[in-house]
C-alpha cells in the first residue's frame, strides 16, 4: 500500500467532517464529488443549493446529493453564529454589526462550524488567498494549546527506501514563517511530529534538527538557535524522539550519524527533518522533488486547534482529493 493510499484508507476508516467554503469552483466542486463517491470524508458544502446543484448538473457531478449544504444567508444558525464570532473578538474591537458581515463569507462560516462543534476540518485556497484562508482560522480556531506559530509540513515521497520510512520523510517549516526564533522552532519540530503521526502514519517518529553543524562542529548564532530549540522542544514534549543540531548527512546515513553524533538514538535514522528556517526549507524540497523525482505531498499547515489547509491556487482535483484525506487525518488526531 502507498502511503497515499494508507491516507485514504485511514480517512474512509471514520469520516470526518470536512467544509469545502469555495463551493462553486469547478476542481472544487469535482473534487468533494469524487470525494463522496468513495466514502472519503462527509463532505459540507457552503453556498446556495440551488447554484450548487446548477454547477454539478453542467459538470456532470452525480455524488453532490450526497454533501450537506448551508448557505448563509437563511441558516438558522447564522445568527448564532454572528455571536460567537462576536464573543471571540469583541476585545479586538469586532461589533455585531460586523460579526453579521463577516459571518456571510464562507471561509468564517465555515471556522464558525468547526468552532462550534459542527464540524472538523476545512479546506480553501483554490480561489483566495492563504491570507484569506489563515486570518479567519486564527481568529476563530486559533492555535493548539502550547502553540503559537502555525507552519506547513511537507510528506516527501522519495525514490530511496534506505532513508526514513522507506523513502518517506515528514519536512517542516516548507510553507508559513519565515525566520522562526528558538521557541517557534521547537514549536515546529512538535507539529512536524504530530503530523508525521496523524498523517503518515508514523509510529515512532524521530526528529532531526538540522543544520550546517553537528553537535558543535561549527559555531555561530544559528547554530545556537537550532540547539536551544532543541532543548525546548523537549521541554514541550518529553516523550518526543528528537536531536540537534545535525547536519542532513548526518541525521539520514546511519555510518555518517554514527561517526559524527556517536550515541544518538536520531543520527543516522531520522525519519522527521526540521529546518532552521523556511529559505532553507522550501529551498530544499523543491531541489529533491525536481533533482530526485521525489512525490511533495502538501504542504500541510499544522499548529491550529482544529485543522484548516490551505490549498495553491494553481490546484487540481486530486491535490484537493489529497488534501482531502489529509485534513481527515489530522482531524481524527485533534479530537
Wanted: charged share 20%; glycine share 8%; with cysteine.
Amino acid at each position: 500500500m502507498t502511503l497515499l493510499e494508507s491516507i485514504v484508507a485511514r480517512a474512509q476508516s471514520a469520516k470526518q467532517r470536512i467544509v469545502l467554503p469555495e463551493s462553486l469552483e469547478d476542481r472544487t466542486i469535482t473534487a468533494a464529488d469524487r470525494a463522496l463517491a468513495d466514502g472519503l470524508a462527509e463532505i459540507i458544502l457552503i453556498g446556495n443549493p440551488d447554484e450548487i446543484a446548477a454547477k454539478a448538473s453542467e459538470l456532470g457531478l452525480s455524488n453532490i446529493g450526497k454533501a450537506t449544504i448551508i448557505d448563509p444567508a437563511t441558516s438558522p444558525k447564522t445568527e448564532e453564529y454572528a455571536q460567537l464570532l462576536f464573543q471571540l473578538r469583541q476585545k479586538k474591537g469586532m461589533t455585531i454589526e460586523k460579526a453579521r458581515q463577516l459571518v456571510l463569507d464562507p471561509l468564517y462560516f465555515g471556522c464558525l462550524i468547526i468552532k462550534s462543534g459542527d464540524a472538523d476540518g476545512q479546506i480553501s485556497g483554490a480561489l483566495s488567498t492563504t491570507g484569506e484562508t489563515l486570518r479567519p482560522a486564527l481568529q476563530i480556531i486559533k492555535c493548539a494549546p502550547g502553540i503559537s506559530c502555525v507552519s506547513g509540513a511537507m510528506l516527501m515521497v522519495t525514490n530511496a527506501p534506505e532513508y526514513g520510512e522507506n523513502g518517506v520523510l515528514v519536512i517542516g517549516d516548507v510553507a508559513v514563517t519565515p525566520m522562526p526564533d528558538a521557541s517557534q522552532l521547537a514549536q515546529i519540530a512538535v507539529c512536524t511530529a504530530q503530523t508525521a503521526k496523524s498523517v503518515a502514519g508514523f509510529a515512532d517518529p524521530k526528529v532531526a534538527m538540522l543544520s550546517f553543524s553537528t553537535k558543535g562542529s561549527a559555531s555561530h548564532e544559528v547554530v545556537d538557535k537550532v540547539v536551544e530549540a532543541t532543548k525546548l522542544a523537549k521541554e514541550l514534549d518529553p516523550d518526543l524522539k528528537i536531536d540537534g543540531e545535525l547536519q542532513a548527512d548526518a541525521a539520514l546515513v546511519p555510518s555518517v550519524g554514527q561517526k559524527k553524533a556517536p550515541g544518538s538514538e536520531i543520527a543516522g535514522h531520522a525519519n522527521v527533518l526540521v529546518f532552521p528556517c523556511l529559505e532553507v526549507g522550501n529551498i530544499a524540497y523543491k531541489l529533491v522533488q525536481r533533482l530526485g523525482h521525489a512525490e511533495a505531498i502538501g504542504p500541510i499547515l499544522q499548529g491550529i486547534a482544529r485543522p484548516v489547509n490551505d490549498l495553491s491556487r494553481g490546484c487540481s482535483v486530486d491535490d484537493i482529493y489529497k488534501m482531502i484525506a489529509i485534513t481527515a487525518c489530522q482531524a481524527m488526531d485533534a479530537k
